[in-house]
Structures are given as structure tokens and as C-alpha cells.
T-cell receptor, first 112, second 113 residues
Framework: NAGVMQNPRHLVRRRGQEARLRCSPM?????VYWYRQLPEEGLKFMVY????????ESGMPKERFSAEFPKEGPSILRIQQVVRGDSAAYFC??????????FGPGTRLTVL | DAKTTQPTSMDCAEGRAANLPCNHS???????VYWYRQIHSQGPQYIIH???NNETNEMASLIITEDRKSSTLILPHATLRDTAVYYC??????????????FGKGTHLIIQP
């Protein structure tokens, strides 16, 4: 059973471009979470999704950020019109239940 | 979720037991104690969780005091690969899994050769 997969592992964008981060949960996991870790800071929860539904997006910035988890395919975190402050590591986690969350290796976004 | 307090950093000699404390004095009856760790540049890794009884798995042991106001994560035979930031998190899972984890600053455990 493969772990949580994220791609790309590294992403470079210029200011104003769009960034799309993908997360494939572990097989059988229906809960997906996104977290952001700014340089030298702790992880911050962004959004929790189940298939085709956003359950909790209390940690998402109000503008430019969106997330989806379609019926088929990976979960996508989309950042429009990126700015330098969006440079961070973005981690996805999946869970089969209410207990432990399994994290992917992260996508490191660099905005030039 | 209740707040937790952990030391900023700790050292431990390779091969010895590493004991990482966590205070959670405002923990409520439904909240569990979870431990995760993050090795540099990697995603966080689940270690163990418990409610009130002591727990053990292949990675670690979790000792929770009787009043549940504090706990200790024990890595019985620390290796250099255990160097990481360790996060103690209290969380009520009965919300249907809707809670994102709240990571504090954690304890930076450094295993010395």
C-alpha cells in the first residue's frame, strides 16, 4: 500500500502565476487534509476535504486559495496569482478514520 | 483543542531512552493525546496516541499521568535517525475527523552520537 503521494515535490513559480499542488491519498482513505509550513515556522492546518466536499476550510486564506477533492483523481490545492509570501512547504495528509493522519512528503513552492 | 507545553529542545545520547514531556493541564475528558514527529525536510509522521491508559507500539511508549494533565513519550533506544521535532497534540476525535491537527512548536530532539 503506497503512502500519500504529492507532486510535484518542488515547484517554482513567478509572481502572478498559478500553482497547482496534487495529493493522492492512501488507498481506502477518504479524508484529506492540507497544511502549510512557512519557513522556520510550524505546520498550520488549511483545509479538510472528503470526496467532492469541503468539510472545514477555516485555515484557508480568504483569497487566491482553493482546494478540491473530486470523485475521481487526486486532491488539488490551487493558488492563483502567487506572491512571494506563498513560498512554503505544503503537506497533504490522509486518514481512514478519526485517528492518525498519514502525511505525504510535501511540495516545496518557491515564488520568484 | 487544549494547548500543550513542551520544552523547546532536548539532547539524548544514542542508545539511551529519550523521554519527551508534554503538559496539557486543560485537557478535556474526550480529548486524546497524539504524538507526531517531523524529521528535517520530511512530512510529519504519526507515532502514537492514547486517552488515559499507557500505550506502546513498535516506535514508542506513551505514559499519561492519572490526572491526564501531562504525558511522556518514550523512545526506548534512541538512534541518530530519531533526531526530529516532536509534537504533542491533544484532540477530540469524536468530531468525525473534521479537526485539522494543531501543531505547536514541538520539542527539537537531538540524538548525540
Amino acid at each position: 500500500n503506497a503512502g500519500v503521494m504529492q507532486n510535484p515535490r518542488h515547484l517554482v513559480r513567478r509572481r502572478g502565476q498559478e500553482a497547482r499542488l496534487r495529493c493522492s491519498p492512501m488507498k481506502g482513505h477518504s479524508h484529506v487534509y492540507w497544511y502549510r509550513q512557512l519557513p522556520e515556522e510550524g505546520l498550520k492546518f488549511m483545509v479538510y476535504l472528503q470526496k467532492e466536499n469541503i468539510i472545514d476550510e477555516s485555515g484557508m486564506p480568504k483569497e487566491r486559495f482553493s482546494a478540491e477533492f473530486p470523485k475521481e483523481g487526486p486532491s488539488i490545492l490551487r493558488i492563483q496569482q502567487v506572491v512571494r509570501g506563498d513560498s512554503a512547504a505544503y503537506f497533504c495528509a490522509s486518514s481512514p478514520s478519526v485517528n492518525e493522519q498519514f502525511f505525504g512528503p510535501g511540495t516545496r513552492l518557491t515564488v520568484l | 483543542d487544549a494547548k500543550t507545553t513542551q520544552p523547546t529542545s532536548m539532547d539524548c545520547a544514542e542508545g539511551r531512552a529519550a523521554n519527551l514531556p508534554c503538559n496539557h493541564s486543560t485537557i478535556s475528558g474526550n480529548e486524546y493525546v497524539y504524538w507526531y514527529r517531523q524529521i528535517h525536510s520530511q512530512g510529519p509522521q504519526y507515532i502514537i496516541h492514547g486517552l488515559k491508559n499507557n500505550e506502546t507500539n513498535e516506535m514508542a511508549s506513551l505514559i499519561i499521568t492519572e490526572d491526564r494533565k501531562s504525558s511522556t513519550l518514550i523512545l526506548p533506544h534512541a538512534t541518530l535517525r530519531d533526531t526530529a521535532v516532536y509534537y504533542c497534540i491533544v484532540r477530540d476525535p469524536s468530531g468525525g475527523g473534521a479537526d485539522g491537527l494543531t501543531f505547536g512548536k514541538g520539542t527539537h530532539l537531538i540524538i548525540q552520537p
